[in-house]
């Protein structure tokens, strides 16, 4: 695994504390948020590279902060993955028409989560790369 900075936006406390836990212990730098709103404004206010963001949270769902996000932040600047429950799968597809990269179902299973992460992480220095050297 490699060093990034994830922010992790759900209204559900164990799992930003579980969430958060692992991927501290799998050594990434971990920032939490405990709605959409408050997400927005960390992301306004320093750098992240990659989001978890919760779909049903209160203050701003995290659709409603996905569509935001998406005026300010490209796919490659700030990869999304949403976390949604098994049975709100079909939600999903309307996040990836507004700018999800991915999405995890809950309960989380770990070693899913990381690939997913290191899968948009690498997308994401690879096309950054590529910018630098045009």
Known sequence: MSTAKILIADDG?????????????????????C???????????????????????????GIEALRQLRQSYTQIQLPVIMATAKDEEAQVVSCFDDGANDFVAKPINFP?????????????RATEELERLK
């Open 13 to 33: 406390l164990v799992i930003r504390t579980v969430v958060s836990r692992k991927l501290t212990e799998a050594g990434y730098e971990v920032a939490t948020a």
């Open 112 to 124: 899913i989560l990381f690939a997913r992460i290191e899968t948009q992480l690498k997308l994401k």
């Open 35 to 61: 709605n959409g709103q408050e997400a927005i404004d960390k992301i306004n206010s320093e750098p992240f590279d990659l989001l978890l963001l919760d779909i049903y949270m209160p203050v701003l769902n």
